[in-house]
């Protein structure tokens, strides 16, 4: 599944939300208070898509499995399975320079929406005249009915000392869990950039956090990470795998004190599990919100939007904790402060809101984070090597919708065989034309469903492949093989 798109194009990503000024006192009540929701995100698995264009757009199939791709194929080729091309108009995961959706808050300045800030001031304070009249009236009518001067006020006891909150509850998670969590500032050589989030990953100075949070800095540019006590320190970036959406920086002169977040298992996460999480929402560091896990093993494709980037595929957890352009990176952390994931999209609507009209994305409930098992692996070996490792079966599937699973191309990328010579799809008697529906027990419905299930696994993994030929059914073991780099 892929988020937004399903076959939609997707607006820009949000920017940095301008600085908000005093709203003009014609400003009325009725002023809506802010930009609406802008698309991008992800929501529901049904429709496959190539790195950099929509779920479900025709004729792109990729090979996010095979050997490493080549030059990206045209919307009419065949694309290497283990890195396709990028489907334009993907749905944003943003953290760059405000062009995708979800997660970094730009640094350019947008144009202040008519409708502001100001204009919900000025519907407070009207609300608060209407119930200053209210009070005033009701105030009016029982001092004439009882004279008494005594006061109704009740005031909390002092002699209990402060208020208790206990290890496990969210205040307690919170105050645990903020101090190793860090808001990231990245600027490219040409001076733009945006702003997302990271945790400490031990105590060495790894910070782990998405690939497009950090993707301006990675040619020459500037990166920074500040702590919530206001320490800020200059970073360099270790390693990043872009499908996976996955970086790690290291801190310079980092102090010896780090205290790195637990990692929790998220293949044991539950739905209905609570969830914490932490970000930087348009720029306002260090926001606490809380949800629950809604879904497991949702299938993600994401991209940022901009021209040229590539797709990041993932089975991701849903939760509805309320994350925003700017949590990117971020910990979902669960009900015991252990992290369970990394938040990297959202689901946005694209239009409509409290004004009306298009404007930067924001949460519907709809959020995403790649598993940490997967996240944790992918750190450790861009640590270890500076470079991803992906799991690959040697085949080009089809990005299209409708195939009724991840369907072999004919060709793969700049006309190569569809199927790796000796690659683990050939020694497994995979052939052109077959519709790979399952993976061991999860289903399969489009080729990014396939991309985002494979690359939960490891190179030497074995696993069930089913698939379709010629109407029959058929089952087969695979040994998963592997792909250095992302290109």
Do not use: C
């Not at 990675?218 to 920074?224: A, H, I, P, Q």
């Not at 009306?356 to 270890?384: C, D, H, M, T, W």
């Not at 690359?455 to 592997?482: E, F, I």
Request: hydrophobic share 30%; aromatic share 4%; glycine share 18%.
């Amino acid at each position: 599944m892929s988020t937004e798109n399903e076959g939609t194009t997707v607006p820009p990503a949000p920017s940095a939300p301008p600085v908000p000024v005093d709203a003009p006192a014609a400003s009325g009540p009725g002023t809506p208070p802010g930009p609406t929701a802008s698309g991008h995100g992800y929501g529901e698995p049904p429709q496959a898509q190539a790195p950099g264009q929509p779920a479900g757009a025709p004729g792109r199939p990729a090979d996010p499995y095979g050997q490493a791709p080549g030059d990206q194929a045209t919307a009419s080729s065949p694309v290497d399975a283990g890195w396709p091309p990028p489907p334009p108009g993907t749905p944003g995961y943003g953290g760059g320079d405000g062009q995708g959706g979800g997660w970094g808050s730009g640094y350019q300045p947008t144009p202040k929406p008519k409708s502001g800030r100001g204009g919900l001031v000025a519907a407070v304070l009207v609300a608060a005249l209407v119930a200053g009249g209210l009070g005033g009236g009701l105030g009016y009518t029982l001092a004439k009915d009882n004279d008494s001067s005594g006061s109704t006020t009740v005031s909390a006891s002092q002699s209990g000392g402060d208020v208790k909150r206990a290890a496990g509850s969210v205040a307690g998670v919170a105050a645990r869990a903020l101090p190793s969590t860090v808001t990231i500032e990245a600027e490219g050589s040409n001076g733009e950039g945006g702003t997302g989030t990271g945790f400490v990953f031990d105590k060495e100075g790894h910070i782990v956090t998405n690939n497009h949070v950090v993707a301006e800095a990675v040619e020459g540019g500037k990166l920074s990470a500040t702590f919530p006590d206001g320490k800020k320190y200059d970073a360099e970036v270790v390693g990043h795998a872009q499908g996976y959406d996955v970086a790690v920086i290291k801190l310079k002169n980092a102090p010896s004190n780090l205290k790195p977040l637990t990692l929790g298992d998220s293949d044991k996460v539950a739905i209905g599990d609570s969830t914490i999480a932490i970000g930087a929402p348009f720029g306002l560091s260090n926001t606490v919100t809380t949800g629950i896990i809604s879904a497991k093993n949702r299938p993600v494709a994401s991209s940022d939007g901009q021209s040229g980037s590539s797709t990041s595929y993932m089975s991701a957890l849903q939760t509805d904790a309320s994350i925003n352009p700017g949590n990117s990176g971020g910990p979902l952390l669960d009900a015991r402060g252990a992290v369970i994931g990394i938040n990297s999209a959202i689901q946005s609507s694209s239009s409509g809101g409290l004004g009306g009209g298009s404007g930067q994305a924001g949460s519907i409930g709809l959020g995403f984070a790649i598993p940490i098992n997967q996240a944790k692996y992918v750190a450790q070996e861009l640590i270890r090597t500076g470079k991803p490792v992906y799991p690959v079966i040697g085949a080009s599937v089809s990005l299209e919708d409708g195939t009724g699973g991840a369907k072999i191309t004919d060709q793969g990328v700049n006309g190569s065989d569809a199927v790796t010579a000796n690659g683990p799809a050939d020694k497994a008697g995979l052939k052109s034309g077959d519709v790979i529906s399952k993976l061991d027990d999860r289903v399969i419905d489009s080729g990014p469903t396939l991309i985002g299930e494979i690359w939960t696994h490891r190179p030497g993994d074995k696993v069930a492949l089913t698939y379709k030929r010629g109407g029959k059914t058929h089952t087969v073991d695979l040994t998963l093989g592997k792909r250095v780099g992302d290109s």
